[in-house]
Nanobody, 116 residues
Framework: QVQLVESGGGLVQAGGSLRLSCAAS????????MGWYRQAPGKQRELVAT???????NYADSVKGRVTISRDNAKSTVYLQMNSLKPEDTAVYYC??????????WGQGTQVTVSS
């Protein structure tokens, strides 16, 4: 079993920055993928960014150039640095990890609110 704890969300003005963190605990895995997803009110959950165990990254078009995903394998932690935030970035942000057995685990979510 894997537990994910997200932190770093909050209220920020448009143009501001936030750094989200997601720490995994419970089992010693080298996750084959770690990522961030978000869900705005009334919308489906969508991909923000993912990072593979080898470091390759993938970003949604809507956040490219403003967001950087990184991971610390020694700490089983994934980060999301978000800059130049926009009101449309407002959502609950969820961390997700993929184990070597292809099991998926989700965090509880952290609220990001960007005011205009």
């Amino acid at each position: 079993q894997v537990q994910l704890v997200e932190s770093g969300g909050g209220l920020v003005q448009a143009g501001g920055s936030l750094r989200l963190s997601c720490a995994a605990s419970g089992r010693e895995f080298r996750f084959i993928a770690m990522g961030w997803y978000r869900q705005a009110p009334g919308k489906q959950r969508e991909l923000v960014a993912t990072i593979a165990s080898g470091g390759s990254t993938n970003y949604a078009d809507s956040v490219k150039g403003r967001v950087t995903i990184s991971r610390d394998n020694a700490k089983s932690t994934v980060y999301l640095q978000m800059n130049s935030l926009k009101p449309e970035d407002t959502a609950v942000y969820y961390c997700r990890v993929t184990t070597p057995q292809l099991l998926l685990y989700w965090g509880q979510g952290t609220q990001v609110t960007v005011s205009s």
